[in-house]
């Protein structure tokens, strides 16, 4: 007696199902990428206001960053450094929130070897551009920031995709070729840092949002 072929195709799904959420840290949220872009467009917004300038005008942010005799403005990077950590903290608290909620309400565990292989594969890179940040502060090369952030979160991103949706690795191509060209037009890094960080963020959480969880 043969069995149906409809049966053998939706056991194939099962398994593959199966083997895809073992795998892979499938809990993320868009809506985690959605928060994450809009905190960082108002931040972005912020930094314009404070440097009076235009949303498509040259701002060269790291030109007050250092005083006439080559010395790092910390006054002035203080409002910075504040602005980029309200930030993260604000995208990361959202976005833990999202992911958290998304993944009780589909009967899954939050954190297990797939979601730790996630986070370590995540910080590795990040960890690296931090530090690397803090070097070219401390060599005074300001102007390099935005580009390289853009860049290892691009980096950090890709090398983490393996272990979540496919989508997360073409977000962290993209952040990486915008970075790329960021560091060709330093004086507008802080708009291509808006970009990045805000609307690719709210574009690729859209997209997840309606392809996985609507």
């Known amino acids: ?85 309200l930030v993260l903290v604000l995208s990361i608290s959202l976005g833990v929130y999202f992911t958290t909620h998304k993944a009780r309400r589909q009967g899954q565990t939050i954190w297990d070897k797939t979601s730790a292989r996630l986070v370590y594969n995540l910080l590795i890179p990040l960890g690296t551009g931090g530090i690397f940040c803090l070097i070219l502060l401390y060599h005074n090369e300001i102007h390099l920031l935005a580009p390289v952030t853009l860049i290892f979160y691009g980096l950090a991103l890709l090398n983490a995709s393996k272990y979540t949706l496919d989508d997360i690795r073409y977000l962290g191509i993209t952040e990486i070729i915008l970075g790329l060209i960021a560091s060709l037009w330093v004086g507008y890094g802080l708009l291509f840092w808006s970009i990045g960080f805000g609307i690719l963020h709210i574009f690729y959480g859209m997209v997840m949002y309606f392809k996985y969880e609507r």
């Open 1 to 85: 007696m043969m069995k149906n072929p409809e049966n053998h195709l939706q056991t194939l799904s099962e398994i593959r199902n199966l083997m895809e959420r073992s795998s892979r840290f499938i809990s993320l949220s868009g809506l985690s990428g959605v928060s994450a872009g809009i905190f960082a467009l108002f931040g972005a917004a912020a930094a314009y206001q404070y440097l009076g300038v235009g949303l498509f005008s040259e701002a060269p942010y790291y030109t007050g960053a250092l005083h006439q005799d080559g010395s790092l403005n910390w006054d002035f990077m203080q409002f910075f450094l504040l602005d980029a950590m």
